[in-house]
């Protein structure tokens, strides 16, 4: 019974070309967020939905865009991935964004910039 | 200062051994804590939450201390799929991780 979905769980995309991951989720959580996690570090948070709407953590690169369509969905659009964003990007859900209520990660995707 | 630090291990221990670790938090009006793992390539896994009189979960207890703002997690009689990276979590307002503690358990 998966919660928190990700499509695709690879993905490969050229220099420049913009990529879009999803997120799907079945919990009925009103927040939603996306982090970016490199090799041996901690999961970066990019930005989150607290229903529609949207935060933006200070030092996300313009690059990085998201979307929430509904309760269920939310994209995480990458304009022109360059080498550097390379990485996992995992998304999450919560019940509330005030940091007390616990996160359930969907199984990421791994995104390979050539 | 990072907000939220971790020794990167490993920690190497045979099986049915004890393993415990810290994780030091800068923000002393944080307000909740968590541990989480995370298997190779895999997503994180909230693992327990870490109550103020400490808490304990089976053979795994975590402890909190305010005032020398740290948080501690305890693995009793390891077992082979306790290897993992254990990420500490803080709640200052948002979640801030840990880059995670590696345990590597062995037979």
């Known amino acids: 019974d998966a919660m928190v979905i990700q499509n695709p769980r690879y993905q490969v995309t050229q220099f420049g070309k913009p990529v879009t991951l999803s997120c799907s989720q079945t919990?009925?959580?009103?927040?939603m967020y996306w982090y970016q996690q490199k090799s041996s570090q901690a999961p970066k948070l990019l930005f989150h939905?607290?229903?529609?709407?949207?935060?933006n953590e200070a030092d996300t690169p313009d690059n990085f865009q998201s979307r929430r369509p509904n309760t269920s969905f939310c994209f995480l659009d990458i304009r022109s991935p360059g080498l550097g964003d390379a990485a996992m990007y995992l998304c999450?859900?919560?019940?509330?964004?005030?940091?007390?209520?616990?996160?359930?990660f969907g199984p990421g995707t791994r995104l390979t910039v050539t | 200062r990072k907000e939220v630090e971790q020794d990167p291990g490993p920690f190497n221990v045979p099986e049915g051994a004890t393993v415990a670790f810290n994780c030091t938090y800068s923000?002393?009006?944080?307000?909740?804590f968590f541990w989480y793992r995370q298997d190779c390539r895999k997503e994180p896994k909230l693992l327990m939450s870490?109550?103020?009189s400490g808490n304990e979960d089976g053979r795994f207890t975590a402890q909190l201390n305010r005032a020398s703002q740290y948080i501690s997690l305890l693995i009793r009689d390891s077992k082979l799929s306790d290897s993992a990276t254990y990420l500490c979590?803080?709640?200052?307002?948002?979640?801030?991780f840990g880059a995670g503690t590696t345990v590597t358990v062995r037979a």
């Open positions: 919990l009925n959580h009103n927040v």
């Open positions: 870490v109550y103020s």
């Open positions: 939905y607290y229903d529609k709407d949207f935060n």
């Open positions: 999450a859900t919560s019940r509330g964004d005030s940091g007390g209520y616990e996160q359930y």
């Open positions: 979590v803080v709640n200052d307002y948002k979640l801030s």
């Open positions: 923000n002393s009006a944080s307000q909740s």
